[in-house]
């Protein structure tokens, strides 16, 4: 139980880096987005107004009393769509850099964007009365930032953006409309509406917490899809990538039981020199496509791809107890594929294939930069060992007495081809014979 929380632990702490970047990174494209959808707000507001007093200047006269009026709010409006232009930029400048906003900036903008709708309620006031403009369009202004908030994925923003707007119209009502001040039943219809905004505020926070809590889930599973891919490449089955997430691999070496295995494609390269590069890649690719398909069946990786052979785990880095099994079974079943494989083509193939049975030291080796899932100890030599062998006896399929061992009646059917002198080897190993 400790090794196993343990483990977990330092899964953690290696994803913890790069879940927190990617979802900084999320975060920043969605302000982004809110961000244009309040500069989209901003200029059709003011093409909008143009248009009316071009079409029709007489109402503008009559809610603005005048140009000057208008003029103030085009200011106002070109002072909003300049700042947001600059937050754009900013947020644009932290997105390359990985960097997220700083927490009081973003409560600084939201209290200066959701006190502009103020700003104009209060110019529309001096302009048209107070009863009329707090009736009138503007205080309905205050629902597009609330709503566009929801895009800051943060609760507290959100809320604290609806309880600006609600606290300032509240406040404008109170300052600007005499019949509230006085203790008009009017104040109850600007404080319920206050309270409706504030509530807005707090849905939009609580829709954005859960966007981002979705966010969230979706970054840590891509983190650890991609870190299962920069670990074992591209060769393992989309079955072990959700075993390895569930399970978590270790950083540091583990000694496990492992059953090794090399392939080999025999005579491949006099074959090439015939061929064009594209028939060379083509043919080796339709190869190990079956080959590899298979060992995803039997649950073995591809650790390496080696030119024209691969080396294969079984048992690492997901611990299996019929590792060995599993090696036999998918080596039988190669052989087989090959056989098929090679009545349909004009450039037959034949495969070598050697395991071993054995501890390896299994883990992560490399540079600081790049580092490699891979198995290292005396089983992988002797396994690379063994397939060469192949060459020697004229055979396809070998395995070692501890492959023969742990295979017990299941391996009946292996030839015993003696005492055997191995290249690097003081004594002579036992090898077997598999058909």
Known sequence: MVRFASRKTRRHAALSEDFERELTREVLRTELLRVRALIMTGSVMTLFLTAIYLVDPVVVNRVWRGTEGLVEVYGLLVGFILFEVWVHTQIRRNLKLDRDLPVVRRYVGALIETSVPTVILILQIRSMGASQALGFVVPLIYFIFVILSTLRLDFRLSTFTGFVAAAELFAVALIYDPASAAGDPQIYFHAVRSTVILICGVLAGSVGAQLRRQFAASIAAAT?????????????????????????????????????????????????????????????????????????????????????????????????????HRAVAAGRQMLAAMDRINAETSWPLRIGVGIHFGEVVAGNIGSPRRKEYTVIGDTVNFASRLEALNKEFGTQLLISASVREALGRDGDDAVSLGEVEVRGYDQPVAVFQLG
């Open 224 to 324: 650890a899809r991609d870190r299962v891919t920069n670990l074992f490449g591209q060769h393992v089955s989309p079955q072990v990538v959700e075993r390895l997430m569930a399970e978590g691999t270790s950083a540091a070496g583990d000694l496990r039981r492992v059953a090794v295995m090399f392939v080999d494609f025999r005579g491949f390269t006099a074959g090439a020199q015939a061929r064009t590069p594209q028939e060379v890649v083509d043919r080796l690719d339709g190869a190990f496509a079956v080959l590899v398909d298979i060992l995803d069946r039997e649950g073995g990786i591809v650790n390496k791809f080696l030119g024209d052979g691969f080396l294969a785990l079984f048992g690492a880095p997901l611990e299996a107890s019929d590792a060995a």
